[in-house]
């Protein structure tokens, strides 16, 4: 008779998730702990990675069958400490009174969807971590971000430049992706590397909210941050079809002949934003079709530099299309076109 | 600047505005910021906030993440943000 010993058992984090929830007292504390100490690997991998720039070492494998996202927000009670706060709402648990907690839930949802459909690709790390999204982040914070530690943090805005950002699809999405950027080709935050790092995101963040409500490229007014923006900044943040007319501070050039030397990263961001737009409506349908998986096979490209520029990626982008669709096809003229349209070199 | 918005605010602080040993405690945080190097590369989306003292013409701008604001800094840098305005063409 073979004697089995728990702890030689591999537990996939799904059942480990079971457990938490529905398992007995004792269970549900151990299948936590393990949790947790799975989620720590993993941000000591990206926090890493982080640090240095460039690509992520190779990553640890886990059992685990893709295709359900694990959240967990948090109430951070309009202070500012950067380690989750109070658990308002947990996987599987239903609508809860705070909308913001909702709103969170579900936009973290609509992302990992959007990801876990288009392109099999389980959260951000691809490996399933946990989306842990911390709402009410410090007093009329008018801001959210991705901390490159596996969070996402929100504000409630000032009512002024930003109201609620929990109320936006794509700027859940903008986040995560930043995310996904960090596990991929990790692009330097500076310079046409950052201004790239921002595009991916909208590029992303928009394509989350076109595919949750079932856009197609020309449904789309292709704007991002419109349900956050405040007066200040209404109607929106950024528009991928006129970059520098959202709004009446929108700075970003649409074109190479505006690029702004040592200029903020989301301004930049203009040039290769207005680019997939091009690409995405000469190509027409849905932009998650030809464009997205275009760009996502390039942001995933294993020759894209940490310090890429927008030529580096665009020829990236030429190139995935060509293997995917032929170096005749529709969709390698719709990426050459784009990239001439903003004056980015091929 | 910075954040998910992309744009640049400003606003004034004058220290002598502050009971005496509060603003010599912020000055000095400024002072001590200068020269600093950032101790870990911004978070995406992060504001970064700068620091110029108008009274001293000789001293460089500081630069600092949100996340390195010092303590003694914090409150009033938030405050101020609170009622900034946006900085730019304003068409």
Redesign the interface.
Known sequence: MTHRCSRHCILPPGLLHKLAENGSEEARKTALETLTLDHRFRLARAEAAARTGGRPMQPVTFAREGGRAQRTIYDQHNEKAQAPGTVARSEGQGPVEDAAVNQAYDGLGATYDFYWSRFQRDSIDGQGLPLLGLVHFGRNYGNAFWDNAGHMFFGDGDGRVLTQTTAGTDVIGHELTHGVTQHEANLVYSGQSGALNESISDVFGIQVKQYLKGESVQDSNWLIGEDIVGPELSPALRSMVEPGKANKYDDQPASMDGYVGGGDVHTNSGIPNRAFYVVASTLGGNSWDAAGPIWYAALCDPSLPATATFSDFAKRTLIQAERAYGAQSSEASAVRKGWDDVKVPL | ?????????RAELDTAELPPAHGARVEEAVRGLSGRSPT????????RYEIDQIDDPGSAPVSVDE?DLPPEL?DLV?RAA?SAE?E????
């Open positions: 600047m910075g954040g998910i918005a992309g744009v640049r605010l870990r590369p911004p978070h995406p989306d992060a504001f996340r914090k938030e609170e946006i730019g063409p304003g068409r």
